[in-house]
């Protein structure tokens, strides 16, 4: 029995229809992920089907015996973030475990890459906790001593993660209490930061506010000619193609991510596809891309707009 045969009983529950799916679907190289598609073009008889990753924003082709399960519009309102991790765990699990059994017939997943997925697993379920955790600190209001020591402690107890917001703010949060006293500046500034991070700064009635995070601070010069623009998020100013037909307007190209973009146009809001409820994955490679010395500048919406002709 083959891996795909091992996972057909998963499926009978949901099955793929046009429009948005969510399912589980394992690469030809072995990664299995969630993924988030809008079918648009099925093609039983050839095995497969084409759509729209909409966390990532590009037109894929699909094998259908690669699709392992199928979630229901019922499940995925049911599931969060940490649930998701936990069955793409299970069914990694196993998939190991069945392909050991049979080396010949499959490649076997290698334990580099279930361990590069457990760190993404405890990445992303740091990233939820922080969010959540800035969130209970802000519904007072205000910043206070304690509460900055806490975040601080939390901060450094997964410290191990290298990921650069959790790295970031815990800088920030060091060099604060680096005399031991947390000023009425200081817990203005770390108000200020942690109601950046989670998107709080909404009235009441908008939908969620992405983060200004990772805005590059101050503000860069925008020039649009030669320059490569990603947009990312959802945008007050129209849907995401009419940004980039005002970015090709005034001499701008807009483009995939990638370390040679010039600029990360960030969207007032949050879209519902982002892996963390404030910001998505195409920040959390910017971000890396600036670490690894890339020269791409991360834009909010609003910025942009003051450079349009």
């Not at 948005?20 to 099925?42: D, L, P, R």
């Not at 945008?235 to 995939?256: A, D, Y």
């Amino acid at each position: 029995m083959g891996i795909f045969d091992f996972f057909t009983g998963k499926q009978e529950e949901a099955t793929l229809t046009m429009g948005t799916n969510c399912f589980i679907y394992i690469s030809a190289s072995g990664e299995v992920s969630f993924k988030t598609v809008e079918i648009q073009e099925y093609e039983e008889d050839e095995g497969r089907f084409h759509g729209i990753d909409l966390d990532k924003h590009e037109n894929r082709t699909y094998r259908l015996d690669r699709v392992l399960r199928v979630f229901t519009k019922r499940e995925i309102k049911k599931l969060n973030n940490e649930e998701i991790n936990n069955i793409l765990q299970e069914i990694l699990d196993e998939l190991i475990e069945e392909q050991n059994k049979e080396p010949a017939r499959e490649k076997p997943i290698t334990s580099s890459q279930s361990k590069r997925f457990n760190q993404k697993r405890v990445v992303d379920r740091n990233i939820d906790e922080l969010i959540g955790f800035a969130r209970g600190i802000l519904a007072d209001g205000k910043v206070d001593q304690n509460e900055a020591e806490s975040l601080q402690k939390w901060l450094v107890a997964i410290s191990g993660s290298e990921h650069p917001i959790l790295h970031n703010l815990l800088i920030r949060v060091n060099q604060m209490l680096e005399d031991g006293v947390l000023d009425d500046e200081e817990s203005a500034e770390l108000f200020e930061t942690l109601n950046e991070l989670t998107g709080s700064n909404f009235e009441k009635g908008e939908i969620l506010k992405s983060t200004s995070l990772p805005l590059d601070k101050p503000e860069p010069e925008i020039e649009f000619n030669d320059s490569t623009f990603c947009c990312t998020g959802t945008f007050e100013t129209g849907t995401r193609k009419e940004v980039e037909e005002i970015i090709i307007n005034n001499g701008g190209k807009p483009s995939r991510l990638n370390g040679s973009t010039s600029y990360l146009v960030i969207g007032a809001y949050a879209t519902d596809s982002w892996a963390h409820s404030s910001y998505g994955r195409k920040i959390e490679k910017a971000l890396d891309y600036k670490q690894k010395g890339k020269d791409i500048k991360i834009i909010s919406e609003h910025h942009l707009l003051k450079f349009l002709k």
